[in-house]
């Protein structure tokens, strides 16, 4: 049996056991989501198709692996001197594993699975309560370090922040994620190691190739 289904606006051909990637969906790897919008599901020759989504049938996936698609870079050159713009862009992606088609209806058996061993978890935590207070020392260890996680990736500058709209590529909301992760001015900016670079790269949703752009236009402003 197979059945076409649409997420993230684009439709896919799925058969029980498939591998594919599709845009992000939250979850984390183990867990069974839902697709509920079928277009069409068949098996042979026998296609029933939806006006648009086939009522009762819905299409069930464990998520195997969150990560992000390969960079495409969008680059425009006018016809004016130094009139250019080039932005990067990495699509957030989610592996999943097609379970089960369902149809009429039909619950999914997996996530009845999932259910019990979320409560087989709850209850070994009920059991591993009183040995909690035998590793109270340790918890100081374990703040320490979500503190750490928390932390900026840099050390913010002193003195007043430049507006950093002022780069090409960097809007608002940009300029709100470099500034909350310590990134505050041109120069700061202008100084960017390829080591930061691969690091902002890899924590925030910004690619090597817009971060490298930056670089390159904040050495500019620096000087003036």
């Not at 197979?2 to 979850?27: H, M, P, S, W």
């Not at 042979?44 to 006006?51: D, L, P």
């Not at 003195?159 to 001015?185: C, F, H, R, S, Y």
């Amino acid at each position: 049996m197979f059945a076409v289904i649409k997420t993230g606006g684009k439709q896919y051909r799925v058969a029980a056991n498939d591998l594919l990637k599709i845009e992000k969906v939250e979850g984390q790897v183990g867990d069974i989501v839902e697709i509920g919008h079928v277009l069409a599901h068949g098996e042979g020759e026998n296609v029933t198709f939806g006006a648009p989504f086939v009522d009762g049938a819905m299409v069930t996936a464990e998520v195997v692996e969150q990560g992000k698609n390969r960079t495409v870079i969008a680059f425009k050159k006018r016809r004016r001197q130094n009139s250019r713009r080039k932005i990067g862009h990495r699509q957030l992606l989610t592996t999943v594993r097609i379970a089960e088609i369902l149809l009429g209806g039909a619950k999914p058996a997996k996530k009845a699975a999932a259910k019990t061993e979320a409560k087989a978890e709850v209850a070994a935590k009920a059991e591993a309560a009183p040995k909690k207070e035998a590793k109270a020392e340790a918890a100081p260890k374990k703040e320490a370090e979500a503190t750490e996680t928390a932390a900026p990736l840099f050390k913010a500058p002193k003195g007043e922040p430049d507006d950093l709209t002022v780069i090409k590529g960097i809007g608002p909301v940009a300029a709100g994620q470099l500034n909350e992760q310590g990134i505050t001015t041109f120069a700061q900016i202008a100084k960017l190691s390829d080591k930061d670079i691969a690091k902002i790269d890899e924590h925030m949703p910004f690619s090597a190739d817009q971060i490298t752009d930056w670089r390159e236009q904040a050495k500019e402003l620096a000087k003036k």
